[in-house]
T-cell receptor, first 113, second 114 residues
């Protein structure tokens, strides 16, 4: 089954404790992206990657890092999480970056205390 | 960056009523997309529009790509309880090569009372 898998689904952590949210897709998509969803603000893009070793900033990249060492994986790294990064995070992948081919994961609800 | 204004922010309707929501942009797009997000899940594509003036249906859903390429609307007819969720518009612009920039609206939260 074609899917985007994020882990964990829920995460509670404390300020400053490094964490990684994993994302994996099994569709051989070139394009992968991370979004955060906040009430009243919709979906905002954090980082995206057009292919292996090719990453670029989205609209809200501050406080986040990503890497794309393999085509299927695109982890999101918070080196020093802060409470304003409490949010619902979505990973997505797409064939050639086309929005109509965009598949989303089920989300990671992160709480930073 | 580009701004998408999506309205209304939320709607409370009775089952059986029709629903209309829209998005406007400060600049043009090549493609307009409408997604639905069920509670606890990621967004899923409902309709994709590729040409100015295009009107496309998917069951009880109808969406249009505005003539100016700066707006789009989504209509849901005869709403049912499972229509509950957040609806997002998104505009896509191919700014050259394979660089497809996708911009999302802030979403419309739809509640349907049985």
């Amino acid at each position: 089954e074609a899917q985007v898998t994020q882990n964990p689904r829920y995460l509670i952590t404390v300020t400053g404790k490094k964490l990684t949210v994993t994302c994996s897709q099994n569709m051989n998509h070139e394009y992968m992206s991370w979004y955060r969803q906040d009430p009243g603000l919709g979906l905002r893009q954090i980082y995206y990657s057009m292919n292996v070793e090719a990453t670029d900033k989205g609209d809200v990249p501050e406080g986040y890092k990503v890497s794309r060492k393999e085509k299927r994986n695109f982890p999101l790294i918070l080196e020093s999480p802060s409470p304003n990064q409490t949010s619902l995070y979505f990973c997505a992948s797409s064939l050639m970056g086309l929005g109509e081919k965009l598949f989303f994961g089920s989300g990671t609800q992160l709480s930073v205390l | 960056g580009q701004q998408l204004n999506q309205s209304p922010q939320s709607m409370f309707i009775q089952e059986g009523e029709d629903v209309s929501m829209n998005c406007t942009s400060s600049s043009i797009f090549n493609t307009w997309l409408w997604y639905k997000q069920d509670p606890g899940e990621g967004p899923v594509l409902l309709i994709a529009l590729y040409k100015a003036g295009e009107l496309t249906s998917n069951g009880r859903l109808t969406a249009q790509f505005g003539i100016t390429r700066k707006d789009s609307f989504l209509n849901i007819s005869a709403s049912i309880p499972s229509d509950v969720g957040i609806y997002f518009c998104a505009g896509q612009l191919n700014s050259g090569g394979s660089n497809y920039k996708l911009t999302f609206g802030k979403g419309t939260l739809l509640t349907v009372n049985p």
